[in-house]
């Protein structure tokens, strides 16, 4: 299974990105995917997650800013990003949990201007 990232770049503070992560097989099986950030120094830190069922969850400093989804038809997982600050600088990676493992797509980079 490959997860495959897109969607990061340079925004200023306010300004939004949509990220999106393709996966090479059905999504439909994973309990759960999501997203992480991390930064330099910095553990790897949730920043949302849905299930199978669509239930989802937000780390406190992006709720009512982010908004994670999942288009099982095609096989790809979002992480909608508005008001964007400087302080949401990270390499983002997304993951898949199933029965069995977990599995990591590569990062892509966001970088907010102040």
């Known amino acids: 299974v490959q997860l495959q990232a897109s969607g990061g770049g340079l925004v200023q503070a306010g300004g939004s990105l949509k990220l999106s992560c393709a996966v090479s097989?059905?999504?439909?099986?994973?309990?759960?995917m999501g997203w992480y950030r991390q930064t330099p120094g910095k553990q790897r830190e949730l920043v949302a997650s849905?299930?199978?069922?669509?239930?989802?969850n937000y780390e406190d400093s992006v709720k009512e800013r982010f908004t994670i989804s999942r288009d099982n038809a095609k096989y790809t997982l979002y992480l909608q990003m508005n008001s964007l600050k400087p302080e949401d600088t990270a390499v983002y990676y997304c993951?898949?949990?199933?029965?069995?493992?977990?599995?990591w797509g590569q990062g892509t980079q966001v970088t907010v201007s102040s």
């Open positions: 849905i299930t199978s069922g669509s239930t989802t």
């Open positions: 993951n898949a949990r199933d029965d069995y493992r977990i599995y």
């Open positions: 097989r059905s999504i439909f099986s994973f309990n759960s």
